[in-house]
């Protein structure tokens, strides 16, 4: 089984701020990488695939990179609505996601 | 628009079973698989397995396998996921999501039902 291990668990930034959350793969997943975010009791939402494509109607101020069994999310110029906790998700053999980041806006 | 709906809030005794529905509309069914993810409470998200709606083929998780049953009825573009033998460790909320592709379980989960919580409790 492929383990996703995401840093830093917890996170608190100012709007306005740039922040990189990344996401280590137990062995080497290509580009099958996706991150999602979710709210408090909602459900998660979709924001890139493919390690760095962004999906439609995500802000451009989100970004992801790597590949193999390193990636980032970078969120530039943080925005009151980006709080949530954020997780990457492998999909090169079956699935499987990390633990997760909570981010919380100062 | 795509639309995922599951159905509502269980409670359930230890070795019970549980059946949960998604129904999906919006996008022609077997054009996509639906996986299935749980999150248990204050926990992060757990894949569970995944359904081929095209060609019924499907993948469970170890934790889940003999457990847990995928299945689709494309008549009314309804997916379910079936938990037998529940356990205090069940109690979780359970998502359905469409994947997208049709024929595998390693793509993005690009829309996802509202949730469903399970309760396991004597």
């Known amino acids: 089984d492929i383990q996703m291990t995401q840093t830093p668990s917890n996170l608190s930034a100012s709007v306005g701020d740039s922040l990189t959350i990344t996401c280590r793969a137990s062995?080497?997943?290509?580009?099958?990488l996706a991150w999602y975010q979710q709210k408090p009791g909602k459900a998660p939402k979709l924001l890139i695939y493919r390690a760095s494509n962004l999906e439609r109607g995500v802000p451009s101020r989100f970004s992801g990179g790597g590949s193999g069994t390193d990636f980032t999310l970078t969120i530039n110029s943080l925005q009151p609505d980006d709080f949530g906790t954020y997780y990457c998700?492998?999909?090169?053999?079956?699935?499987?996601f990390g633990q997760g980041t909570r981010l919380q806006i100062k | 628009q795509v639309q995922l709906v599951q159905s509502g809030a269980e409670v359930k005794k230890p070795g019970a079973s549980v059946k949960v529905s998604c129904k999906t509309s919006g996008y022609t069914f077997s054009d996509n698989g639906i996986s299935w993810v749980r999150q248990a409470p204050g926990q992060g998200l757990e894949w569970v397995g995944w359904?081929?709606?095209?060609?019924?083929?499907?993948f469970l998780t170890k934790d889940f396998r003999g457990r847990a049953t995928l299945t689709t009825d494309t008549s009314t573009t309804t997916a379910y996921l079936e938990l037998r033998k529940l356990k205090s460790d069940d109690t979780a909320v359970y998502y359905c999501a469409r994947v997208r592709n049709a024929y595998s379980e390693s793509y993005p989960l690009d829309f996802w039902g509202q949730g469903t919580q399970i309760t396991v409790s004597s």
């Open positions: 062995q080497s997943i290509s580009s099958w």
């Open positions: 359904i081929s709606v095209y060609n019924g083929n499907t």
């Open positions: 998700q492998q999909y090169d053999r079956s699935s499987s």
